[in-house]
Nanobody, 115 residues
Framework: QVQLVESGGGLVQAGGSLRLSCVGS????????MGWYRQAPGTQRELVAT???????NYTDAAKGRFTISRDNAKNSMYLQMNSLNSEDTAVYYC?????????WGQGTRVTVSS
């Protein structure tokens, strides 16, 4: 079964940190380009960061310098370390993989930053 499951969201004060996790099947992590996206209320889903199978990363301007994406293919896991959070980071965060040409999404984990 091809699926992704996120965890680690929650309520945090502005300036705080959270670490999101995404776990999935081994065949996804062995072969897939992956990333984190987020969707704030009333907005479209947007890219946060991406990571290749070998670990090369890329960040949007909103994430650069504050967020760190990483993956552990042996543990079938991907992470997003988020620091210096602010209210604009409030959103549902989604794990994504491009697997055999298909977009695979998790169910999302909600992050709420209180000011």
């Amino acid at each position: 079964q091809v699926q992704l499951v996120e965890s680690g969201g929650g309520l945090v004060q502005a300036g705080g940190s959270l670490r999101l996790s995404c776990v999935g099947s081994a065949n996804i992590f062995r072969t897939s380009f992956m990333g984190w996206y987020r969707q704030a209320p009333g907005t479209q889903r947007e890219l946060v960061a991406t990571i290749t199978v070998s670990g090369a990363t890329n960040y949007t301007d909103a994430a650069k310098g504050r967020f760190t994406i990483s993956r552990d293919n042996a543990k079938n896991s991907m992470y997003l370390q988020m620091n210096s959070l602010n209210s604009e980071d409030t959103a549902v965060y989604y794990c994504n993989a491009v697997y055999r040409g298909y977009q695979i999404w998790g169910q999302g984990t909600r992050v709420t930053v209180s000011s």
